[in-house]
């Protein structure tokens, strides 16, 4: 065939492909990454939204040649089965041990470190843990080996940032933004790319609050090289990706360590140098739109990016416009929504990409005892729901909603008694006058002995002796038969009637403490730092933990979840108890207390200790230091200030005496 037809021939078949392109022959695919949901399809096409395109059909299948993001080769034989040994794991934990890195620590590894010092992970030696953690060189060699190596055996292999050398005999892999065809699927851990500034504890907030949850002033940010955005306006562009269209008005450009604009989507090019821009996405609440992504996403096994994210097929561009468009606005918000919580409960540090890690692997060993597929997917996250506490999503304060189940009917009150015992045995009584409690547990940390002789109560009643340190008062123990605990001190001050009322106003608010004396966080100007005020006001952001109540699996997550340094901190200054649980508690629910009333009688009592409810003095230095340090241990400052406080309903009603339910907290 003469050239000139050969062109005209590839000349026409190109303009028919358009044509069909533009005339919705080949529908857009908006395919799902692979996994991490076990039986579903790992390859294409499975449908995001099947709702938006009316040419949708479960028979079709891509041409031939269309990317087959899971289906690719596989790195090596090596699978969890295969190539570690999971009976090294005492009592199915996790346990890592740290190899000092050969040559110089960089700042790369001396993150991963702090990362993993003090956390329930951490092994103190090798002998202790059953996965070892190789950090490799930087450099352009693998360096020597550490001890223990049995081939890889049993060892992680991790490196936050791209490395020259970290495939190594049967070591798991855990790298940044790995490409399809060397990642192993169930046995490597896809990590997502980190700025070298990333914050190693913490982290910024998602910026969706900033903003407005509905869609965006802007449709469309195009990430492109150099860390860099392509803005369009609202009628965007049909530039194709990769090009840069000098000639539309309404594009612009954002730099590194810009905030990223209020976009609804932004477009992620499948090629591994545009991994970076998926946490920036995520931050800023703007929806990542993949392009046939050639590298794993992050901790793909467990997370269900379908829920924040869109994969589509970078062949389609023009549909691509489209189906964006016509989204509705509950999928967006939606979508948005999830790419905050993501951000939060996984990426936005060092700490939580380490941690969020160790947990996957963690989950290999437990098996069938693994996270659900609704804690890693649905807040507060994996690494705040510990299957240790129970299997079973209802035991949970913050799945009541999702497991449309009821919150219980009767409550443990827990008394800590330190230095003096006086008013102890009237707080038992009024307790045990209430018709929601079930046992009482008395703490006793005194010095002196405790009494022979109990007040005899309808309610079991057990003494727990020998606790000393100030954050056993939080400790998970077996005794406790129910799900809800009213933390108490010995010198607490409440009527029956306050008690039962907070209870019945817990029951509406499962996964908050419900207390009755408050304190309020402000910033510090003078000093620089966080602090706290007891000062009575309508503003307030914490309970005293005194006389509160609350789920008993905050303790489970105070023992087994806080760092070791922070616990010691409260142990040497007790008042840091108070600040501790609250900082917990706001951090999971990303909500403040629920204050109930405190009847004017008590209040004005003699002041009492830091030990019980009632009046206090401002803090005192060492407690402001200590409320500064716990801030700088979280790395954030999870408190949320309120001004509600919940009354019984018939407090000032006209209606007779007898028909009110809590009579004796009618004030004068």
């Not at 390859?43 to 949708?56: C, E, I, K, V, Y």
């Not at 080769?73 to 999971?86: E, L, Q």
């Not at 980190?194 to 910026?207: D, I, N, R, S």
């Not at 039962?500 to 408050?518: I, K, N």
Request: net charge neutral.
């Amino acid at each position: 065939m003469p050239l000139w037809r050969r062109k005209s021939f590839w000349l026409a078949l190109s303009v028919s492909w358009l044509l069909l392109i533009l005339l919705g022959v080949f529908p857009l695919r908006l395919a799902v990454p692979p996994g991490p949901l076990p039986g579903c399809s790992q390859g294409w096409p499975r449908w995001l939204d099947a709702a938006f395109l009316q040419s949708f059909s479960q028979s079709e299948t891509l041409p031939k040649d269309a990317p087959q993001l899971s289906q690719a080769p596989r790195g090596s034989s090596c699978t969890w089965g295969a190539c570690f040994d999971t009976s090294k794991c005492k009592g199915n934990a996790l346990k890592i041990f740290a190899h000092s890195p050969a040559g110089t620590t960089t700042e790369a590894h001396r993150r991963i470190l702090d990362s993993l010092e003090g956390s329930r992970y951490y092994a103190l030696s090798p002998t202790e843990a059953c996965l070892h953690l190789f950090l490799p060189s930087q450099d352009h060699t693998c360096g020597p080996l550490p001890p223990y190596w049995n081939g890889g055996r049993n060892h992680l292999v991790l490196s936050l940032y791209p490395a020259p050398c970290t495939r190594l005999g049967q070591a798991m892999v855990a790298e940044a933004s790995p490409s399809l065809d060397i990642f192993r699927p169930g046995f490597d851990v896809a990590l997502p790319y980190l700025p070298e500034a990333h914050p190693l504890q913490g982290g910024a907030p998602g910026q969706l609050q900033q903003h407005s949850p509905q869609p965006g002033a802007t449709l469309l940010a195009v990430a492109e090289e150099k860390g860099r955005w392509r803005i369009t306006d609202t009628h965007a562009s049909t530039c194709p990706w990769g090009k840069h269209c000098e000639q539309d008005p309404g594009l612009h450009q954002t730099h590194p360590g810009e905030t990223l604009p209020n976009a609804t989507f932004c477009l992620i090019p499948g090629h591994r140098s545009a991994a970076s821009s998926l946490l920036q996405a995520l931050q800023a609440g703007c929806i990542p739109v993949l392009l046939s992504p050639r590298w794993e996403l992050p901790f793909s096994e467990v997370i269900d990016w379908t829920k924040a994210a869109i994969i589509a097929d970078e062949r389609l561009p023009l549909q691509v416009l489209t189906a964006l468009r016509d989204m509705l606005p509950s999928k967006i918000l939606s979508l948005r929504q999830q790419t905050q919580f993501l951000w939060t409960a996984y990426f936005s540090s060092v700490e939580k990409v380490i941690h969020t890690t160790l947990e996957i692997i963690q989950d290999r060993i437990w098996g069938t005892s693994a996270h659900p597929s609704l804690m890693w997917n649905s807040p507060p996250g994996a690494l705040l729901a510990l299957p240790t506490f129970s299997t079973s999503l209802k035991d949970f304060p913050f799945y009541h909603l999702q497991q449309g189940s009821s919150p219980e009917s009767s409550f443990s009150a827990l008394i800590w008694v330190g230095v003096s015992s006086e008013p102890l045995l009237k707080l038992i009584q009024v307790v045990a006058g209430s018709r929601y409690c079930a046992q009482i547990l008395i703490l006793w940390s005194s010095e002196k002995p405790p009494p022979d002789r109990w007040p005899e109560t309808t309610v079991p009643l057990t003494v727990i002796e020998g606790r000393r340190k100030a954050s056993d008062r939080f400790f998970p123990y077996g005794d406790i038969s129910t799900n809800v605990i009213l933390s108490l001190d010995a010198h607490s001050t409440l009527s029956t009637s306050e008690v039962d009322f907070a209870f019945v106003v817990w029951q509406s608010f499962p996964e908050r403490m419900v207390g009755f004396l408050t304190q309020n966080h402000f910033w510090d100007e003078a000093r620089g730092a966080w602090g706290y005020s007891t000062e009575m006001a309508n503003e307030f952001s914490m309970v005293l933990t005194t006389a509160v109540f609350y789920h008993r699996y905050y303790h489970t997550l105070f023992t087994h979840s806080l760092p070791k340094a922070l616990r010691t901190m409260a142990d040497d200054t007790p008042t840091c108890v108070d600040i501790l649980m609250n900082f917990l508690v706001a951090t999971v629910t990303k909500l403040p207390p629920i204050k109930v009333p405190y009847g004017r009688q008590h209040q004005e009592a003699v002041p009492l200790a830091a030990e019980g409810p009632g009046p206090v003095p401002e803090p005192q230095p060492l407690a402001q230091d200590c409320f500064s340090r716990v801030a700088a241990g979280f790395g954030h400052m999870p408190l949320v200030s309120s001004r509600v406080r919940l009354e019984p309903v018939l407090f000032k009603d006209p209606v007779s005496v007898q028909r009110k339910k809590y009579r004796s907290l009618e004030k004068p």
